[in-house]
T-cell receptor
Framework: SQQGEEDPQALSIQEGENATMNCSYK?????LQWYRQNSGRGLVHLIL?????REKHSGRLRVTLDTSKKSSSLLITASRAADTASYFC???????????FGQGTRLTINP | ETGVTQTPRHLVMGMTNKKSLKCEQH?????MYWYKQSAKKPLELMFV???????ENNSVPSRFSPECPNSSHLFLHLHTLQPEDSALYLC?????????????FGPGTRLTVL
């Protein structure tokens, strides 16, 4: 399975600190996407990184991809209470026709 | 909220009931998806429609029946469900059925089967 697995499953930090979440997957991919989900709501797309890219930035978000280790990380800098949510990675595999989501990291930002 | 709406937002039904979930996207997209999100399990893709044609049925039981009358609307017809079908059902759309496209999700329907 190419399913992504996020680590840690849960993360609790103080407002203003940086939060790092990791995603590992098993097969070759075309791209990897990160999504955020607020409690009981739909997912919101954050960023897409292609297999030939190593790092990408979007505002306070930084995503890295290491295809040799089949892993990606999402860094949120200067966290805010509004960043409290679950974060999912999703992989689009070579030859696959669907995104495969991991189980997510539950991030809590304490004021 | 994104340009994808879902109704109802909450649904409680018995195992003998028949109900339908509705999804509508206002983004001009060509692909639409149904996902199931259960507690402590990864998001599961159920169905994919591309230009109104079903392109993926991820081994979903026949008690779930999708319908896509046009590229803006997607339904999920439910009948004789089981309690384990209780979950958050999410609809999503994307420009095309291309994994390089981001998917836009609706808020979901929280389904409880008694």
């Amino acid at each position: 399975s190419q399913q992504g697995e996020e680590d840690p499953q849960a993360l609790s930090i103080q407002e203003g600190e940086n939060a790092t979440m990791n995603c590992s997957y098993k097969t070759s991919i075309n791209n990897l996407q990160w999504y955020r989900q607020n409690s009981g709501r739909g997912l919101v797309h954050l960023i897409l990184i292609r297999s030939n890219e190593r790092e990408k930035h979007s505002g306070r978000l930084r995503v890295t991809l290491d295809t040799s280790k089949k892993s990606s990380s999402l860094l949120i800098t200067a966290s805010r209470a509004a960043d409290t949510a679950s974060y999912f990675c999703a992989t689009g595999g070579q030859g696959a026709q669907k995104l495969v989501f991991g189980q997510g990291t539950r991030l809590t930002i304490n004021p | 909220e994104t340009g994808v709406t879902q109704t109802p937002r909450h649904l409680v039904m018995g195992m003998t009931n028949k109900k339908s979930l509705k999804c509508e996207q206002h983004l001009g997209h060509n692909a639409m998806y149904w996902y199931k999100q259960s507690a402590k399990k990864p998001l599961e893709l159920m169905f994919v429609y591309n230009f109104k044609e079903q392109t993926e049925n991820n081994s979903v039981p026949s008690r779930f029946s999708p319908e896509c009358p046009n590229s803006s609307h997607l339904f999920l017809h439910l009948h004789t469900l089981q309690p384990e079908d209780s979950a958050l059902y999410l609809c999503a759309s994307s420009q095309d059925w291309d994994l390089d496209n981001e998917q836009f999700f609706g808020p979901g329907t929280r389904l409880t089967v008694l």
